[in-house]
């Protein structure tokens, strides 16, 4: 079965622009999030969905926005880029959105520089 | 606001040894508490989740403990190898998001 998959793996863009990242969970599971991920630090939450809703949102500027497709697939947009947002962008799925014995499985992350 | 602090920062150890990994947490109202390994430029791999009405979990030569009233888990890998060299994450959650410590990054050495 596969894995947690995003793309792209890795783009370079200009201050200023606009880009989308994307991801797909595993097969069946429902719940997705997206995590920021700076070199040297540990992974910061953006947000979560479930079933096509925003269940969380970490403390990132409006710059940052998501959505969760019927299919439970998702997109992370950020506008307006800036130098610091050049970071690993992790997605991440679990069954449901609750935690007991749910176990969190990340993708390999878009790597997005800002130049 | 929930600070996970993990130390040290960087261990370098001769294959065979066992060690410790330190995490610390600020707010000991934890839902869960979850060790990770990530790979230089790769993603994360979830290694052990201890709820918080756990005191720990063992997988193969991994064993993680978690005393929620001092704040503090630690990982325990025994006879390490050089295939262990990683950095090693760990994470509490709380409502909707989880909350990282920066990582200590493992170096087995043959």
């Known amino acids: 079965d596969a894995g947690v998959t995003q793309s792209p793996t890795h783009l370079i863009k200009t201050r200023g622009q606009h880009v989308t990242l994307r991801c797909s969970p595993i097969?069946?599971?429902?719940?997705v999030s997206w995590y920021q991920q700076v070199l040297g630090q540990g992974p910061q939450f953006i947000f979560q969905?479930?079933?096509?809703?925003?269940?969380g949102r970490g403390n990132f500027p409006d710059r940052f926005s998501a959505r969760q497709f019927p299919n439970y697939s998702s997109e992370l947009n950020v506008n307006a880029l800036l130098l610091g947002d050049s970071a690993l962008y992790l997605c991440?799925?679990?069954?449901?959105?609750?935690?007991?014995?749910?176990?969190?499985?990340f993708g390999e992350g878009s790597w997005l520089t800002v130049v | 606001k929930q600070e996970v602090t993990q130390i040290p920062a960087a261990l370098s150890v001769p294959e065979g040894e066992n060690l410790v990994l330190n995490c610390s947490f600020t707010?000991?109202?934890?839902?869960?508490l979850q060790w990770f390994r990530q790979d230089p430029g790769k993603g994360l791999t979830s290694l052990l989740l201890?709820?918080?009405?756990?005191r720990e979990q063992t997988s193969g030569r991994l064993n993680a403990s978690l005393d929620k009233s001092s704040g503090r888990s630690t990982l325990y890998i025994a006879a390490s190898q050089p295939g262990d060299s990683a950095t090693y994450l760990c994470a509490v959650k709380r409502d909707n998001d989880m909350r990282f410590g920066a990582g200590t990054r493992l170096t087995v050495k043959p």
């Open positions: 991440a799925s679990r069954l449901t959105g609750g935690d007991l014995g749910n176990t969190i499985y």
């Open positions: 201890i709820q918080s009405s756990q």
């Open positions: 707010d000991s109202a934890i839902y869960n």
């Open positions: 097969s069946g599971h429902k719940s």
């Open positions: 969905y479930y079933e096509k809703e925003e269940r």
